[in-house]
């Protein structure tokens, strides 16, 4: 039955109609209690064939197939469901089959190597920040609280647009000037890159290499200006920009790429990195729901291996970028004034009683 169904169809007829990105579309999510103001569907064919779709906004539910989205869409369960896509696809009992679409498989490892372009595009646009046309670039990140230094360390860039630059395709379309912020391993080297337009064209603010080019590494790691951090914490958040405030501020910080991306793989390397160095693992997510999703996801997969996670919500639907923006002394409000603000598990149940001095500097 799924053989015999476009997904991408079904969800034109059943969600808000696409829009187009520069690579794909997108759709706006499914689910009857999910306000989703951008398109935040996507849709892939998984390993055995089967297309299905995820929304990268709301919690890590908001995903699966034809079938759960006709559960979504029609409050039917998924017998009714399964009777339903069979008839909408001509399968009529006693009578033979309807053809199946073909639809092309192609074979790609788990994990994409990191192609030699995309570092060389890093480094071209950092050389780039740094002169005439990187100012606009410049002046944007200085507004967001990064000053040259970090920037440096971070090997961040500007990407002057397709118009002055050449490129390779696959690597970020450079529609318009936008801002690159290189994802680092633990010892500092490029591991992937996201660029970040000033001026998005649609729901799409940030721009990734094709998967060809290389994996998303889920995490992006971040280095201080003169290399040294608060000894015994990580700060875990949603984005590198948030672990670049945190940077800043002198953490050991780690941004996770998607509010959809804790995985097992992800939480394999957090457990395994703070084990080492002996760091506690702090989270300061987004004060939306899909932050809130993520902060609960990640803090379930680090419990089963026997590691607390502590979630931070900043205040007023902030991010810890805008937070520390609004607030300049947000450290010292985090420190001391600032409650942990919400138990989404046992550990943090366990946690909320404790003042952020604790959180941080114990």
């Known amino acids: 039955m799924l053989a015999r169904t476009d997904l991408s169809q079904l969800l034109d007829e059943l969600a808000t109609p696409a829009t187009q990105s520069i690579r794909s579309r997108r759709w ?4 009857p209690d999910h306000d989703d103001q951008h398109a935040s569907v996507t849709m892939h064919t998984d390993h055995r064939g089967h297309e299905r779709w995820r929304c990268w906004s709301g919690d890590n539910t908001h995903r699966g197939d034809a079938i759960d989205l006709i559960v979504a869409t029609q409050r039917v369960n998924r017998a009714d469901a399964i009777a339903w ?3 909408r696809a001509g399968m ?6 309807p053809p199946a679409r073909r639809k092309p498989q192609r074979a790609r490892p788990s994990v994409v190597p990191l192609d030699p ?3 060389r595009y890093v480094h071209a646009c950092e ?9 606009p670039v410049r002046d944007w990140l200085h507004a967001r609280g990064f000053d040259d230094d970090l920037l440096r360390a971070n090997h961040v860039g500007a990407d002057p647009g397709r118009a002055m630059m050449s490129r390779q395709r696959g690597l970020p379309h450079g529609h318009s000037l936008a801002a690159t912020f290189p994802a680092l391993d633990p010892e500092g080297n490029v591991q992937y890159v996201q660029a970040r337009y000033l001026e998005p064209i649609g729901p799409d603010k940030y721009d990734n290499p094709a998967g060809s080019l290389g994996s998303n590494p889920r995490l992006a790691w971040t280095r201080t200006p003169d290399g040294r951090t608060t000894a015994g914490v990580l700060l875990v958040t949603e984005g590198i920009p948030d672990a670049l405030t945190a940077a ?11 509010s ?4 097992d793989r992800v939480a394999d390397v957090l457990v395994h990195r703070t084990r080492i160095v002996d760091q506690r693992v702090i989270a300061v997510i987004d004060a939306d729901p899909a932050g809130r999703a ?3 996801r990640l803090s379930d997969l680090l419990e089963r291996r026997g590691t607390a996670l502590e979630v931070v919500e900043p205040p007023k639907d902030l991010d810890l970028n805008t937070w520390a923006r609004l607030t300049p002394d947000w450290m010292n409000a985090l420190r001391s004034d600032v409650p942990l603000s919400r138990s989404g598990s046992s550990l943090m149940a366990r946690s909320t009683a404790r003042s952020m001095h604790d959180v941080l500097d114990n």
Not at 28 to 31: A, L, N, Q
Not at 248 to 258: E, F, M, P
């Open 28 to 31: 706006h999510c499914p689910m």
């Open 260 to 263: 959809q991306a804790p995985d």
């Open 92 to 97: 009529i009992p006693d009578q033979p089959l």
């Open 294 to 296: 993520w902060g609960d």
């Open 248 to 258: 800043g501020a002198g953490y050991a910080a780690v941004g996770i790429l998607g």
């Open 127 to 135: 050389k780039i920040l740094w002169g005439h046309t990187g100012a």
């Open 85 to 87: 896509l069979a008839n």
């Open 117 to 119: 372009s995309v570092v």
